[in-house]
Protein backbone atom coordinates (compact mmCIF):
# COMPACT_ATOMS: atom_id res chain seq x y z
CA UNK A 1 0.00 0.00 0.00
CA UNK A 2 1.34 3.26 -1.35
CA UNK A 3 1.25 6.30 1.55
CA UNK A 4 2.20 9.43 1.08
CA UNK A 5 2.96 11.96 3.34
CA UNK A 6 3.13 15.73 2.41
CA UNK A 7 5.32 18.72 4.83
CA UNK A 8 6.59 22.12 4.26
CA UNK A 9 2.94 24.03 4.17
CA UNK A 10 2.90 27.01 5.92
CA UNK A 11 1.78 31.02 5.96
CA UNK A 12 4.30 33.17 3.84
CA UNK A 13 3.83 36.42 2.51
CA UNK A 14 3.15 37.58 -0.87
CA UNK A 15 5.71 37.08 -3.24
CA UNK A 16 7.46 34.31 -0.85
CA UNK A 17 8.59 30.94 -1.14
CA UNK A 18 7.69 27.59 0.00
CA UNK A 19 9.02 23.95 -0.53
CA UNK A 20 6.70 21.07 -0.31
CA UNK A 21 7.96 17.31 0.46
CA UNK A 22 6.15 14.31 -0.18
CA UNK A 23 7.48 11.29 1.35
CA UNK A 24 6.27 7.75 -0.48
CA UNK A 25 6.21 4.86 0.71
CA UNK A 26 5.39 1.23 0.07
CA UNK A 27 5.99 1.77 -4.01
CA UNK A 28 6.99 -1.05 -5.95
CA UNK A 29 9.18 -0.85 -9.05
CA UNK A 30 7.41 0.56 -12.25
CA UNK A 31 6.23 3.31 -13.84
CA UNK A 32 4.89 6.09 -11.91
CA UNK A 33 2.87 9.40 -12.21
CA UNK A 34 3.14 11.80 -9.39
CA UNK A 35 2.37 15.34 -8.57
CA UNK A 36 0.33 18.05 -6.97
CA UNK A 37 -2.96 18.81 -6.58
CA UNK A 38 -4.42 21.51 -4.66
CA UNK A 39 -8.18 22.47 -3.14
CA UNK A 40 -8.97 26.18 -1.43
CA UNK A 41 -12.46 26.86 0.15
CA UNK A 42 -15.24 26.62 -2.13
CA UNK A 43 -13.27 25.63 -5.02
CA UNK A 44 -13.05 22.27 -7.08
CA UNK A 45 -9.92 20.17 -6.56
CA UNK A 46 -7.12 21.11 -9.20
CA UNK A 47 -4.17 19.89 -10.58
CA UNK A 48 -0.95 21.85 -9.95
CA UNK A 49 1.93 20.31 -11.33
CA UNK A 50 2.69 16.45 -12.31
CA UNK A 51 5.87 14.84 -13.60
CA UNK A 52 6.45 11.06 -14.73
CA UNK A 53 8.80 8.64 -14.51
CA UNK A 54 10.51 9.93 -17.25
CA UNK A 55 10.77 13.25 -15.52
CA UNK A 56 8.79 14.86 -18.02
CA UNK A 57 6.30 17.73 -16.40
CA UNK A 58 3.38 19.71 -17.17
CA UNK A 59 2.02 22.51 -14.52
CA UNK A 60 -1.43 24.12 -14.50
CA UNK A 61 -1.01 28.07 -16.38
CA UNK A 62 -1.49 29.01 -13.17
CA UNK A 63 1.72 28.06 -11.40
CA UNK A 64 4.22 28.25 -14.98
CA UNK A 65 6.99 30.35 -14.39
CA UNK A 66 6.47 29.99 -10.09
CA UNK A 67 6.26 26.33 -9.27
CA UNK A 68 8.76 23.83 -9.87
CA UNK A 69 7.90 20.24 -9.17
CA UNK A 70 10.82 17.83 -8.95
CA UNK A 71 11.26 14.13 -7.36
CA UNK A 72 14.35 12.71 -5.55
CA UNK A 73 14.41 8.47 -6.50
CA UNK A 74 17.21 7.85 -3.84
CA UNK A 75 14.93 9.71 -1.29
CA UNK A 76 11.46 8.24 -2.40
CA UNK A 77 10.38 12.11 -2.29
CA UNK A 78 8.64 14.85 -4.38
CA UNK A 79 8.84 18.02 -3.98
CA UNK A 80 7.47 21.45 -5.17
CA UNK A 81 9.37 24.34 -4.68
CA UNK A 82 6.89 27.52 -5.31
CA UNK A 83 7.91 30.63 -5.87
CA UNK A 84 6.21 34.17 -6.23
CA UNK A 85 3.29 33.17 -3.77
CA UNK A 86 0.11 34.73 -4.82
CA UNK A 87 -3.20 35.42 -2.98
CA UNK A 88 -4.92 32.84 -4.94
CA UNK A 89 -2.39 30.15 -4.48
CA UNK A 90 -3.66 29.31 -0.73
CA UNK A 91 -5.07 25.62 -0.68
CA UNK A 92 -4.51 22.16 0.82
CA UNK A 93 -1.88 21.11 -1.42
CA UNK A 94 -2.42 17.04 -1.58
CA UNK A 95 0.60 14.71 -3.26
CA UNK A 96 -0.71 11.95 -5.51
CA UNK A 97 0.55 9.22 -7.44
CA UNK A 98 -0.83 6.89 -9.66
CA UNK A 99 0.25 3.60 -11.62
CA UNK A 100 0.08 5.17 -15.00
CA UNK A 101 1.10 5.63 -18.69
CA UNK A 102 0.93 7.71 -19.77
CA UNK A 103 0.90 10.51 -16.97
CA UNK A 104 -1.97 13.19 -17.16
CA UNK A 105 -4.37 15.07 -14.23
CA UNK A 106 -6.82 12.52 -14.99
CA UNK A 107 -4.20 9.69 -13.98
CA UNK A 108 -5.21 10.07 -10.21
CA UNK A 109 -8.72 9.27 -10.15
CA UNK A 110 -8.43 6.25 -8.14
CA UNK A 111 -4.63 6.45 -7.38
CA UNK A 112 -2.84 7.29 -4.30
CA UNK A 113 -3.35 10.84 -2.27
CA UNK A 114 -2.06 12.12 0.77
CA UNK A 115 -3.46 14.03 3.27
CA UNK A 116 -2.53 17.41 2.06
CA UNK A 117 -0.39 20.42 3.76
CA UNK A 118 -1.95 23.71 3.81
CA UNK A 119 -0.66 26.99 2.64
CA UNK A 120 -1.38 30.01 3.42
CA UNK A 121 -0.26 33.62 1.36
CA UNK A 122 -0.88 36.72 3.50
CA UNK A 123 -0.59 39.91 2.14
Known amino acids: QVQLVESGGGSVETGGSLRLSCAASGTTPGPYC ?13 GVAI ?13 KGRFTISQDNTKNTLYLQMNSLKPEDPAIYYCVAARSVPCGYGSFVGGYWGRGTQVTVSS
Open 34 to 46: MGWFRQSPGKERE
Open 51 to 63: IDSDLRTNYDDSV
